[in-house]
């Protein structure tokens, strides 16, 4: 994995993609990002409710990292790639440190 931030128009990248597969997979927050979820919504912070469910910082309190680290695994093990959209860069930067981390090698 490499962390890129691209700002394209669709338009001009769908030839680009495979054939758009979209897996619905919900998850609870980890406990800490439930409470800052709560808070921002208390406050009326809508980005702060968005980035929310990566505020648990690792997989052991994030689920959701725990997931896109699991998906992006199974990919790599398989010879698959993944491509995941974020508005957040930091969100990219957070997961390729624990990637880096667990495997010593780039996704």
């Known amino acids: 994995m490499a962390p890129v ?13 495979p054939e758009l ?7 609870n927050f980890g406990e800490e990002e439930e409470k800052y979820y709560h808070q921002a919504v208390m406050e009326g912070k809508l980005m702060a409710m968005r ?12 689920p959701k990292l725990e997931k896109l680290l ?3 695994e199974k990919a790599a093990d398989n010879g698959h790639k993944v ?15 624990i990637y880096m981390e667990r495997h010593s090698k780039p996704l």
């Open 70 to 72: 699991d998906i992006c």
């Open 5 to 17: 931030y691209l700002r394209r128009n669709r338009k001009d990248v769908l030839s680009e993609l």
């Open 83 to 97: 491509l995941v959209f974020s508005f957040f860069k930091v969100s990219f930067i957070q997961f390729n440190n």
């Open 21 to 27: 597969e979209i897996i619905p997979q919900w998850m």
């Open 51 to 62: 980035r929310a469910a990566w505020r648990g910082g690792s997989p052991e309190n994030s």
